[in-house]
């Protein structure tokens, strides 16, 4: 299946609803091929809606990242265009985002406090911590070009039992 599919959309939030539905499909290629969910088994793998937790959290996570590019990299004011590479396999998707805004340091990013609370959570500066939490892998290279590669496996247990 290690096709890959290519998208280059503008650098602003009005285009991530285009790149969002196609990392959306590429991650349903790899997860319709796991077993469902024996809770639900009647789950659609072509159904518009996002229903496996491994698509959830491809999607989070890639949401994350191409809000930080349109508000941070190009600043909300556009310009600049985000290039999507989006490869699925059997068991994974990697994801890796090319864009030429602002780059960033991102050991400057503050840690999430060791106990959050209403009082301790940040109001800002959660995205890269949230696509960290969803990922198996993350990176980031300043550029130009900024890269982000974004790697989610499936479990081990879904892939083993998936395949026959």
Known sequence: ???????????????????????????RLVSASSPRDPKNP??????????????TAVVSAFMEIFNNIAIHAY??????????????????IVIEVKDDG????????????TELDEETLPEGGMGIH????????????????NLWRLCKRLPATLVAVGRS
Do not use: N
């Open 102 to 113: 602002r780059p960033f340091d991102i050991d400057d990013v503050a840690p999430l406090p």
């Open 130 to 145: 949230i696509a960290k939490t969803m990922l198996d892998e993350m990176t980031y290279a300043p550029g130009p070009p």
């Open 42 to 55: 009647t789950v659609d793998p072509l159904a518009h809606d996002i229903r496996h937790p491994f698509d």
């Open 75 to 92: 600043q909300r004011k556009g310009g600049g265009t985000i290039e999507i590479e989006i490869t699925p396999s059997k068991d994974a």
């Open 1 to 27: 299946m290690a096709a890959t599919i290519r998208i280059s959309v503008p650098g602003t939030l009005r285009y991530r609803p285009i790149a969002v539905r196609a990392v959306a499909e590429a991650a």
